[in-house]
């Protein structure tokens, strides 16, 4: 049985950083692509990063580049999101998901088991 945990999300101000973790529960993490998506309130939800399995790629939304890093650590059967230079747009729940797709994917319907989601918060 697959289960992902989030943590790490919180209130910052503009300008800050956080670092988002998804902790996977089962078995052959390395074998999964890894994504973190985000729901802002009354929009849709949209994709972040992405990581391969091995970690060797990465892929980001363009509004994150430069910002945000997505990382994993496969002994720890773990996926990161560090997020630098935030800004109040920022601000959503953010969910991390897995795929069995090899390449790191943006679209949603490719992700097979979610998160509950953290929120984080980005004040002016």
């Known amino acids: 049985q697959v289960q992902l945990v989030e943590s790490g999300g919180g209130l910052v101000q503009s300008g800050g950083s956080l670092r988002l973790s998804c902790a996977f529960s089962?078995?052959?993490?390395?074998?999964?692509?890894m994504g973190w998506f985000r729901q802002a309130p009354g929009k849709e939800r949209e994709f972040v990063a992405s990581?391969?399995?091995?970690?060797?790629?990465?892929l980001y939304t363009d509004s994150v580049k430069g910002r945000f890093t997505i990382s994993r650590d496969n002994a720890k059967n773990t996926v990161y999101l560090q997020m630098n230079s935030l800004i109040f747009e920022d601000t959503a729940v953010y969910y991390c998901?897995?795929?069995?797709?090899?390449?790191?994917?943006?679209?949603?319907?490719?992700?097979?088991?979610w998160g509950q989601g953290t929120q984080v918060t980005v004040s002016l």
């Open positions: 998901a897995l795929t069995s797709e090899v390449l790191p994917f943006t679209a949603s319907t490719y992700y097979s088991y």
């Open positions: 089962g078995r052959s993490f390395s074998r999964y692509t």
């Open positions: 990581i391969s399995g091995s970690g060797g790629r990465t």
